[in-house]
């Protein structure tokens, strides 16, 4: 019980707007699009020191899960020389198409999905920046939705905090159900600030 107070009276991410150097850890990690929840925990698990290998690319790294009201949702980006060149081409080399003004219609569909969500509305402007304008490579694309993720959700500073204090992670809240294929998005927009507590290791798997 003391260690859980402490924590509550000095979040992670509370103590961690202090640090002004950000991770490098992650910074060779190839970054599918929008990542499922899954990656984020086997990310967070590389981070923290419990895995001792950061999460593999994922097979369908062009794709991304969303949960809207109509019912769940595939975002697909398109990628010049479509599925010939993704199975041909390097990761870093894949070029993005503009075909289908699919960054208009991902947008769409991610702010009908998680619109009235309680932390869209904190987020939103960021994300949209981002799909306003066009990303020369799918690299470069993933890369900033993943910077915006792990600002939004103060990611690498509570993480950088919680390696400086490790008792502090010993207690913490249950993790809440969530379909682990799903993007992050999905818990971002429901937990805010609180999303890091959702990545932990499970602490009833290891019981």
């Known amino acids: 019980m003391a260690q859980q107070g402490a924590l509550e009276q000095n979040p992670p991410h509370a103590e961690s707007r202090q640090v002004t150097e950000p991770m490098n850890r992650?910074?060779?990690?190839?970054?599918?699009y929008l990542p499922s929840v899954e990656w984020y925990r086997?990310?967070?698990?590389?981070?923290?020191g419990t895995a001792s290998a950061p999460p593999r690319l994922p097979a369908h790294f062009c794709r991304a899960e969303v949960e809207a009201p109509f019912g769940r949702r595939t975002l697909s980006v398109p990628v010049e020389g479509?599925?010939?060149?993704?199975?041909?081409?390097?990761?870093?080399?894949?070029?993005?198409?503009?075909?289908?003004?699919?960054r208009?219609?991902?947008w769409s569909t991610i702010a009908t999905a998680y619109g009235p969500t309680p932390y869209f509305h904190l987020y939103e402007e960021e994300f949209a920046a981002i799909y306003d304008h066009p990303h020369e490579t799918l690299a470069g694309?993933?890369?900033e939705l993943h910077e915006t993720i792990d600002r939004a959700a103060s990611l690498s500073e509570n993480i950088d905090w919680l390696l400086r204090h490790p008792d502090e992670g010993k207690v913490r809240p249950p993790r809440p159900d969530c379909d682990p294929t799903l993007s992050i998005l999905h818990l971002l927009f429901q937990e805010g600030p609180s999303t890091i507590?959702?990545?932990?290791?499970?602490?009833?798997?290891?019981?």
């Open 42 to 48: 086997d990310y967070t698990a590389f981070l923290l």
């Open 104 to 106: 208009r219609t991902h």
């Open 82 to 102: 479509g599925r010939r060149l993704i199975s041909a081409r390097r990761y870093p080399l894949l070029r993005l198409s503009e075909h289908g003004n699919w």
């Open 197 to 207: 507590f959702s990545l932990f290791p499970d602490q009833d798997a290891k019981q």
């Open 26 to 32: 992650d910074t060779e990690i190839p970054i599918p």
């Open 141 to 143: 694309l993933c890369r």
